[in-house]
């Protein structure tokens, strides 16, 4: 008797046990799926903004690039320094009209924690109720908070001869707990505001645009390598091997490409390398 109770209670066990493993199983490949889904348009999503000819198909862009990544309301600012004090702004979002005049104020800006976290570091940052607040700038949030307002994360390019580009994205929910997520919702973002400064400043900016052309530019044969294989993913040390040169002078021949090009990062230099035809 006892043997029978003991032997239903393991089918019924095991009945569970499958129940829940196909249960989970068909989460994680809708899971995965989405992911799938969401990173092929992420993907897409970098070219698209890259390739803008106009103010408004860099507006739908990046407002799909928002949308994709989960956030309601995105902006994107174009800064010019002229003079000490005097500065030009172009700004792209999709504020909500009633929140507008509020947004693009340049006092609340000077008041914002986070706008004056991205004038002075490239780091992003990641914000909530409790950034204002530590700042004494609660009323500033709740402010804001009622517009859908409430999260978001933010980051600066901060580029020579005082040019700067500002991405936000903001959303009412929170941000996901988890870190692997965060990283790469971090990591798109960043990746996404390369390529959209590109754009930038051909089509809401074109006055911060620099007038550098393929015809005044003298780039050796080896940095415009050492770009080409930086455009296909490779390391410096990668590079130096493909090319029988040391880590070393990979980096060099970089660094040098990266100034020629009035560039502050390697990614920006193959961008503005590839937009000149430089290289293909």
Partial sequence: MECDECEDTCRNSIAVNLVREKTESSFDASRT??????????????????????????????IRFAQGLGF?????????????????FETVDNTPA?????????DTWRRD??????????VPIVWNQETYVACGQAQLWEDQAQFGYRNGIAL??????????????????????????????????QLFAVYAQEAAWRVIM?????VLSSGTLHLTPRELEALRWTMDGKTAWEVGAILSISERTAVLHL????????CTTKHQAVLKALRLGLIR
């Fill in 33 to 62: 799926a989405r992911l799938n889904w969401t990173n092929a348009m992420l993907q897409g999503g970098y070219q698209s903004v890259l390739e803008a000819q106009s103010r408004d198909q860099f507006r739908s862009e990046i």
């Fill in 206 to 210: 074109p006055k911060g645009q620099d």
């Fill in 98 to 106: 009633s929140y507008a005049e509020h947004f693009l104020d340049k």
């Fill in 72 to 88: 309601a309301t995105v902006s994107a600012t174009a800064v010019v320094d002229h003079t000490l004090g005097v500065s030009e």
């Fill in 113 to 122: 924690p986070v706008m004056q976290h991205c004038k002075r570091q490239s």
């Fill in 156 to 189: 600066a390019l901060h580029m020579p001869e005082g040019r700067h580009f500002f991405l936000g994205v903001d959303r009412d929910e929170g941000l996901p707990t988890d870190v692997s997520l965060m990283t790469r919702m971090l990591a798109d973002l």
């Fill in 255 to 262: 660094s040098n490409a990266m100034r020629k090009l009035d």
